[in-house]
């Protein structure tokens, strides 16, 4: 593939998903702990959750290859690539909802400890924009940390 | 001789010959139907009796069900990979790329569900969400039970 010689080494893939993710857990924690509260208007922190969610998708679509695996069209990959895809989405499938499984528990004994009786507007924009950044691009990062290609094999 | 499927490795058990009784395509689908019986049934047994412990009552039928539906697709989505052969991995994959955003929302839809849970939500709609959740891990599996064709050879 042409697109492999512009390819992030493996370590670099896996910073950049780990960054994504990573930044995009801090903030929907700050949000929903609601220290923003006095500071910011709910809709502009649902706003700024938002820009925040775009921004990841935008970071993880710059690693091209990768990407692409995660997105084309079937029609548009060869015999390997293309397994290399239906291994990902299985992997993000078992993977999402093992997240939601523990975002359950976590949630759950959060709420217990601190009290928490509600959820808010805000909090529920952070979960909705984080399903969107995590479910648009998990593939595609799971491709990303995956894949040991010819560059990472020499 | 069969042996133990509890103690001999999954690979084993999944293609274990005492198991052949539900991998006609009929038995399979069957076992999808009280699969959705019993996710139906769980939250108006919770909502009826008041009490999570009636959960357990679902419980021991579920991982009934649920064993039996793993086994009758030979643990294609409970298995490994290198478990797999290249077919059956083909397949399992291309099931989980085809119902990724089926079971993304179905697991969404569950959390908040059951997210109310923490402000008197009903007991019908925390159970109705843990069973929304319980189709969206099982939807693969459920899915090939009911669609694959009957094995070659099988009565």
Known sequence: MSSQSVSPSLLSRRFTVLTVYGGYLCLALVVASGQMDAHIMPSIQALIAGIMAWSGVWILSRMAPHWRLGQAPDAELDERELSMRLRAYYLAYVIFNATVFLFLVGASLLMDIAKVSSVNYVQISAVLWGVFLYGWTLPSAVIAWIDRGPADDE | ?155
């Open chain 2, 1 to 155: 001789m069969t042996d133990n499927p509890f103690t001999q490795p999954l690979r084993k058990t999944m293609n274990d010959p005492q198991f052949d009784w539900v991998r006609p395509q009929r038995m399979r689908r069957r076992m999808v139907m009280l699969f959705l019986a019993l996710v139906i049934a769980q939250p108006i047994l919770l909502a009826a009796t008041g009490s999570p412990l009636s959960l357990l009552l679902i419980l021991l039928p579920f991982i009934f069900v649920m064993g039996s539906l793993n086994a009758s697709i030979r643990g294609m989505t409970e298995l490994r990979a290198r478990d797999l052969d290249e077919r059956e991995d083909k397949v399992r994959n291309t099931v989980y790329a085809r119902l990724y955003w089926s079971g993304l929302i179905l697991g969404m839809i569950a959390a908040f569900m059951m997210s109310t849970m923490q402000k008197d939500g009903s007991l019908l709609l925390v159970g109705s969400g843990l069973s929304v959740f319980f189709v969206a891990i099982g939807l693969p599996t459920l899915w090939l039970a009911w669609s694959l064709p009957d094995e070659p050879g099988a009565d």
